[in-house]
């Protein structure tokens, strides 16, 4: 491998813990500067990159995240795509997996990475995880190989792991290890070195960034549980203007038979939503027809999301009916993997 000198990242800080420091006197936490992080992490020196910061005013806890904001996001990335050698993005945990899918989306044909990072306590306490994910993500975005960058796709870097944005949830709130990519494997492990799975991360195509910002947010999202009341389910398909509904449903993709359940997502099938079935399951995948609780599912037209994970669905829904595109295109694609987001052999 080989680390260019003449290297350069962008950093764009987007709000969240990663970028707090705890006042000595209050106890409070405050956001850090990075204008000064030369002074506050001389070390980043030693890499040799050139190493630009931009931070979003005002800056966000990511719980405040909106897809107004991937779009500023996106935009960003693309106006200073030719300036750099990759991108890191400091973003608050608890969302972190939403913005990386939608980034993933909206980001056609990325060639370089764009590595998103945070931490669980802040950057400026001295038990802090944010610098270590801090200095693998930078070295992970600058890192190439016979001139190409070695993960050149949007990523999540936390705690010794690098996994595919796309794939991820967070799935703790305490432990430094907070996410998990349930259906695909690691694209780096980071111990004592880098060990980059080649073989698990994306090939450049070599074609020219595209960028697609017009996001449609007429999606919803139904979480079964025992006991889920008709008025529950109806009031929901009846919300105005609803396109489409990410159904996560129990183990391989199964959900009550009763017919009035049955029959209310059939009502809005025929009226022309989109309904797709998405897991509960942190791993694994729907297998519509698998057991007699899919197979109704299956007939009535809804959609199987395979291993997808609910982030990806809700992201991926947003940017295909955001295109505009037809009915039976946007099924069509749900079905095949655009960006790696799902463990399906596309026809
Ligand atoms: N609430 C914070 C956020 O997501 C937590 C974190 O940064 O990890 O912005």
């Not at 705690?159 to 305490?174: C, I, Q, S, V, W």
């Not at 079935?277 to 007939?299: A, D, I, P, W």
Request: with cysteine.
């Amino acid at each position: 491998m080989n680390l260019e000198q003449n290297t350069s990242l962008l950093v764009i800080y987007t709000g969240g813990t990663i970028g707090m420091t705890q006042d000595p006197i209050s106890g409070a936490l405050t956001p850090f500067n990075f204008n000064n992080i030369y002074e506050q992490l001389p070390v980043l020196r030693d890499f040799g990159y050139q190493i630009d910061f931009h931070s979003f005013d005002p800056l966000v806890d990511s719980s405040n995240m909106k897809p107004e904001f991937w779009i500023k996001l996106a935009q960003m990335i693309e106006k200073h795509y030719e300036d750099y050698d990759g991108f890191v993005v400091l973003h608050g945990s608890d969302t972190m997996a939403y913005t990386a899918s939608a980034l993933s989306f909206m980001l056609e044909n990325l060639n370089k990475p764009v590595v998103f990072t945070g931490s669980q306590l802040p950057m400026g306490v001295i038990r802090t995880d944010g610098r270590e994910n801090f200095l693998a993500a930078i070295e992970i975005a600058a890192a190439k190989e016979d001139e190409l960058a070695i993960v050149p796709e949007v990523s999540i870097y936390f705690e010794n792991h690098l996994m595919r944005g796309n794939r991820t949830t967070k799935f703790n709130a305490e432990h430094f290890n907070a996410f998990v990519s349930g259906n695909y494997p690691l694209l780096a492990e980071v111990g004592v070195h880098i060990k980059y799975n080649k073989n698990n991360i994306i090939k450049p195509n070599f074609k020219k960034l595209k960028i697609h910002s017009s996001l449609d947010y007429n999606v919803s999202i139904l979480k079964l549980f025992p006991g889920i009341s008709e008025s529950v389910v109806k009031s929901t398909l009846e919300i105005p203007g609803l396109k489409a509904l990410i159904l996560e449903t129990f183990g391989s993709g199964n959900a009550p038979t009763d017919p009035w359940f049955i029959n209310a997502l059939k009502g809005g099938i025929q009226k022309g939503l989109i309904i797709l079935n998405v897991t509960q399951c942190k791993s694994g995948s729907v297998e519509l027809g698998r057991y007699e609780t899919s197979l109704e599912l299956q007939r009535i037209g809804v959609v199987g999301g395979y291993d997808i994970t609910t982030e990806s669905a809700l992201a991926k829904l947003m940017y295909l009916i955001g295109e505009n595109y037809p009915h039976d295109k946007i099924i069509r694609l749900l079905q095949q993997s655009i960006r790696g987001e799902m463990t399906v052999e596309n026809k």
